[in-house]
């Protein structure tokens, strides 16, 4: 009994000892894995930071690009300057001494010409040329246009035109504390230049293509690297900046005489919306109206001095963000003026130099359509003419020409085909758009010929239109791909709906167009009442005291589902002088204005009226739209 609790006790001992060791094996083993476990997570912290720091890299390379579109956003070509300045500089941007020759006639340019463009020059490349290359940017962009920081302008292009092997950014973004560590960056941005195209007579086109932006994130330590990710945007394109005398139909609204026609103050109102560029050249003002300010979601020029000096009612000087919440307005720019006759849209009537805005001799016209004085009456010209006999031809010259009034201007379409009819006294002329490409003319019901060619979308009335209407119905009256300018000399009087076949503002590439433009009358709005008017064109009225408005604004139009009658208007209004187009306290119709965001871009009517100021502007950066990637690899 004795001897058995001996051997106990022995056998307890081991018992002990065995669980000390497997317990400090396992301490061991735990403390082995928490370290493990540390380790692993700091290696992961300090990967994330190189990755954070990467695509922080990104961003940045990014905003320099944005950066650079901004600086060019406020090139200011003065008015002094013409088409040999700004030749000069193409040649420089090139380092050449001449250009290829383009047709200087528009209309004689190919279809594939008016669409992509003729290639000029190309450009240089990056180390030749020196500062001067650059002068078209280092002339016209102010000095106060550049960030904080920048080199000298010479310098600043030659960086900006590196292509993506630009110089690099480097920059630290996170010192940690507690041990020292530095969080870095380091990326590039640049654009490599490519072309000059001309677009169109005095239009140039200055092209560049952007690279994938790559971006490499580091966590430094004790001089050394510790982590490093590489990050890359597989986006790349090409970036444009236009130089060029832009058309009117850029504008939302342009006005020039900011006056009533009594001589009163007039007033952007709270509740209207300006999606799209908008310039007066006299007094702006400003009205506070529901409790709202007016809202300019794109940009606001004006010739008048300052926010400060405009008129306004119910808004401070100091409330200028929020009636500009996006981008900031710029007053005390160039007057723009507008322009003085409609010479070069009647010469392109008839084929003719559409770029020439000189005189046209009623010779010049009679000589264009082939016609002698005897022959030459209040008619319709379409093709070309022989003695006294008009349209003896079987080809379009050009467009159309009315001399005399049109009593009415009626569009329509035909399986989305382009139907124009013009009723001048007794006589209706149609043309209708064929599968083929040709168009029938008939006269009075009667085919009388079939025109080949092509038709450039310029109609001209030498007079007044006493109506402008689209077919009545709820179908289009503008075909998808119809591209058309009415212009006039006197009144043009819109009395139905005229709309698109394709909406431009949920198909952004749509084509059809229309501009409609009085030279030396107004452009009245006359829609039969108790329904809206719903127009899709850009409107101009150049003339001194002309502009848009409604025929007898003070009269009722009724309603429409218990409101005021509106007018819907997908387009723009340039105008000298508003002609009234409703009151708010009743007559007329309410507003209801939208943007066609094509005309933003360059995109125009054919033919419809130029600027006489040069002016550039420059495309959106795609960036950012794609999806970045982890690669391996630095720059």
């Not at 392109?348 to 000189?358: E, K």
């Not at 008619?379 to 049109?406: F, H, K, M, P």
Request: with cysteine; proline share 5%; net charge neutral.
């Amino acid at each position: 009994m004795h001897t058995y609790k001996k051997n106990q006790g022995v056998a307890l001992v081991a018992v002990l000892l065995s669980a000390m060791v497997l317990l400090i094996a396992l301490l061991a083993i735990s403390a082995t894995l928490t370290i493990s476990s540390r380790r692993t997570t700091v290696d992961q912290r300090i990967t994330l930071q190189a990755q954070y720091a990467a695509e922080s890299g990104l961003s940045r390379a990014y905003a320099e690009l944005v950066g650079i579109q901004d600086v060019v956003e406020k090139m200011k070509i003065p008015s002094n300057q013409n088409a040999n300045n700004v030749e000069t500089h193409v040649k420089n941007f090139c380092d050449k001494n001449s250009l290829i020759n383009v047709p200087s006639n528009y209309n004689n340019w190919t279809e594939e010409q008016k669409q992509n463009g003729i290639q000029l020059c190309e450009a240089a490349p990056a180390d030749q040329g020196g500062n001067n290359r650059y002068s078209l940017f280092t002339a016209y962009v102010p000095s106060d246009a550049y960030p904080n920081g920048s080199p000298p302008p010479g310098q600043f292009w030659r960086n900006v035109f590196s292509g993506a092997s630009g110089t690099p950014i480097a920059t630290k973004i996170y010192t940690d504390v507690s041990n020292g560590a530095e969080t870095w960056y380091q990326t590039r941005f640049g654009l490599t230049p490519i072309e000059v195209r001309a677009m169109a007579p005095d239009f140039y086109r200055f092209v560049f293509r952007y690279a994938p932006t790559r971006s490499v994130g580091e966590v430094r330590a004790s001089g050394q690297v510790v982590a490093t990710r590489t990050v890359q945007e597989d986006v790349s394109g090409d970036f444009f900046i236009d130089v060029l005398r832009p058309s009117f139909a850029r504008y939302m609204f342009f006005r020039n005489n900011t006056r009533s026609l009594s001589g009163g103050q007039l007033y952007f109102a709270g509740g209207e919306v300006f999606n799209g560029p908008v310039h007066t050249n006299g007094r702006p003002g400003f009205y506070r109206y529901g409790g709202q300010v007016p809202l300019f979601n794109e940009k606001f020029t004006s010739a008048w001095s300052s926010f400060a000096n405009s008129r306004r009612v119910g808004i401070s000087s100091t409330e200028i963000n929020q009636v500009f919440p996006n981008v900031s307005p710029e007053f005390g720019v160039d007057s723009i003026p507008l322009p003085a006759n409609s010479n070069n849209q009647l010469r392109a009537s008839f084929g003719g130099d559409a770029t020439d805005t000189s005189n046209v001799p009623e010779s010049e016209i009679r000589n264009a359509w082939g016609v002698n004085n005897s022959g030459f009456s209040n008619s319709v010209y379409y093709s070309s003419g022989s003695g006294s006999n008009r349209n003896t031809g079987n080809q379009w010259l050009g467009g159309i020409y009315v001399r005399g009034d049109a009593d009415q201007l009626k569009f329509s379409t035909v399986s989305n085909r382009q139907v124009i009819e013009i009723t001048q006294g007794a006589t209706s002329t149609r043309f209708e758009e064929n599968p083929n490409g040709s168009w029938t003319v008939k006269e009075n019901g009667a085919t009388v010929k079939t025109l080949s060619g092509t038709f450039n979308g310029m109609i001209y009335v030498g007079g007044q239109i006493a109506s402008l209407v689209g077919d009545g119905t709820n179908n289009p009256d503008i075909a998808a791909n119809s591209q058309l300018t009415v212009t006039a000399t006197g009144d043009i009087k819109i009395q139905q709906d005229i709309t698109y076949t394709d909406n431009p503002v949920t198909n952004e590439n749509a084509l059809n167009v229309l501009g409609i433009f009085s030279s030396s009358g107004s452009v009245l709005a006359d829609g039969p009442n108790n329904r809206d008017l719903n127009i899709n064109a850009t409107i101009m009225a150049s003339a001194s005291s002309k502009g848009f408005g409604t025929v007898n604004p003070s009269s009722s139009r009724g309603s429409v589902n218990g409101r005021k009658a509106q007018i819907n208007l997908i387009g723009g209004i340039i105008e000298d002088q508003s002609q009234t187009v409703g009151y708010i306290s009743g007559g007329g119709y309410n507003r209801n204005y939208d943007y066609d965001q094509r005309f933003k871009t360059g995109f125009a009517p054919p033919f419809f009226p130029t600027q006489a100021n040069w002016a550039a502007s420059a495309s959106e950066f795609s960036s950012q739209k794609g999806v970045w990637q982890t690669v391996k690899g630095g720059f």
